[in-house]
């Protein structure tokens, strides 16, 4: 259903499951351009880049794709209202036309998440306040029964946006974000975000068309996306029945079994003939990705090291290594600047033009010690923290004369 407002009412249209509406996909900073090329790839149209989220076109069983098969979304949302409103009332009787018995039951569960911009609503939560007690009065009124609010786990979340007077209301049809797989069994010390590692992936250019390694793996997530592409395993195949929608009055259980199993029988149909390789210093995180890539089954794909990174070679061929070191954030680690030589040297001595290297981190001083030039800087958020995903490119033979210190 969406709704429109027409001739300052507002108005819901009617769509059936192949017609196309409007829908988010939101992101982390840095990766609108590959989730738009996601997008396009499974055939959505109109795609427009935003800030952190990319809109796009596309039926139901666009939704059911975007949410099963996406890497780099964090949920996916379907907008369904639209409106003006100069004040708190205009909020209040806006929200209250909707006709909400055609998107909930009364006895469901649902909640609110909220931003707001500009000077009219300057306090998100008490926006969204305003709009829970316009949903809820319009119930009680028509029913005598309301539905009621759970922050946790409930069968609807709506997301409403305002920026200055103009009012959006959208459905958030992924329920948890889609970072949230369902193969993190084991956690290390500093895991990196999923759809943060799937991002990184896409920038560095995996195409599964070489190996790969990462010398600082911890739980293994670099090394689980990375297998992932490799086999043609969807996104969110580990992640179950989680997904909102499946609440939604409008799910056609037969049209996602369909789209879900077509998607799955692209598994494991790639010429994927080479090696992915995973080290770390600390055998108890070492462990944690055992458990993740026993979980996922994919323990036989991928080979795990104990070691200190400068004591391991890379696999032999070409290989894309991206890796996510300490950053002295939430690993304390002595002497950083000192890592950070450490693995410069280990990128000159042991890895060659075999190798390209990726890696992120936010601390800027403990990168200068790599004494290398990195060929491309991509501006990334880690959770806050400010970082950058840098690309080395390395050479063989005279290697040590190619390179300089990198700039201070
Ligand atoms: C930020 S964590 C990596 C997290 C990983 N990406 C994940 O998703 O779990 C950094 C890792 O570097 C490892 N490490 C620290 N010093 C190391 C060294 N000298 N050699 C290899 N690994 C090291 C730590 O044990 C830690 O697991």
Redesign the pocket.
């Known amino acids: 259903m969406i709704v429109q407002k027409q001739n300052g009412r507002v108005v819901p249209v009617e769509g059936g499951s192949a017609s196309k509406f409007k829908m988010i996909a939101k992101t982390m900073m840095g990766f609108e351009e590959i989730l738009a090329d996601e997008l396009r790839e499974m055939g959505a149209s109109n795609i427009e880049l935003l800030n952190r989220a990319v809109a796009f076109e596309g039926d139901m069983r666009l939704l059911y794709r975007a949410n099963y098969t996406c890497r780099t979304a964090l949920s996916i949302l379907k907008p369904f209202a639209e409106f003006e409103a100069n004040n708190e009332q205009e909020l209040y009787d806006n929200i209250y036309r909707i006709r909400w018995e055609k998107l909930l039951d009364v006895d469901c569960t649902f909640m609110i998440d909220s931003t707001t911009s500009g000077e009219i609503f300057t306090h998100s939560y008490y926006a969204a306040l305003k709009t829970k007690d316009a949903i809820v009065d319009r119930f009680r009124r028509n029913f005598g029964k309301r539905p009621t609010i759970d922050t946790e786990n409930a069968d609807y979340k709506f997301n409403l946006h305002i920026a200055d007077n103009h009012v959006t209301l959208l459905m958030n049809s992924s329920g948890d974000t889609l970072n949230k797989r369902g193969y993190r069994v084991g956690v290390?010390?500093?895991?990196?975000n999923e759809v943060l590692?799937a991002g990184m992936l896409k920038l560095a250019g995996w195409k599964a068309d070489c190996n790969f390694y990462?010398?600082?793996?911890?739980?293994?997530?670099?090394l689980i996306e990375a297998a992932m592409v490799a086999n043609n395993i969807p996104a969110q195949y580990y992640r179950g029945n989680n997904f909102a929608f499946r609440r939604w009055k409008e799910f056609n259980l037969g049209e996602w079994k369909s789209v879900k199993e077509q998607e799955d029988r692209k598994i494991g149909n790639t010429d994927f003939d080479y090696e992915i390789w995973g080290?770390?210093?600390?055998p108890q995180?070492i462990e944690q990705a055992e458990k993740n890539l026993q979980f996922t089954k994919l323990h036989k794909d991928v080979m795990l090291h104990i070691g200190?990174?400068e004591n391991q070679e890379p696999p032999e061929g070409r290989t894309l290594i991206v890796t996510?070191?300490?950053y002295g954030e939430r690993?304390k680690?002595e002497d950083l600047n000192g890592?950070y030589e450490k693995l410069g040297d280990t990128f000159k001595r042991l890895y060659g033009a075999n190798c390209e290297v990726w890696l992120i981190s936010s601390d800027f001083e403990a990168l200068k010690h790599i004494g290398l030039h990195p060929t491309k800087k991509i501006p990334l958020l880690n959770g806050a923290l400010d970082c950058r995903f840098l690309k080395f490119e390395l050479y063989d033979g005279s290697r040590k004369a190619k390179y300089q210190q990198a700039e201070q």
């Open positions: 290390g010390v500093a895991p990196i590692a990462d010398p600082m793996c911890g739980s293994g997530t670099l080290n770390d210093i600390d995180v200190s990174f996510n070191p300490p690993i680690i890592m």
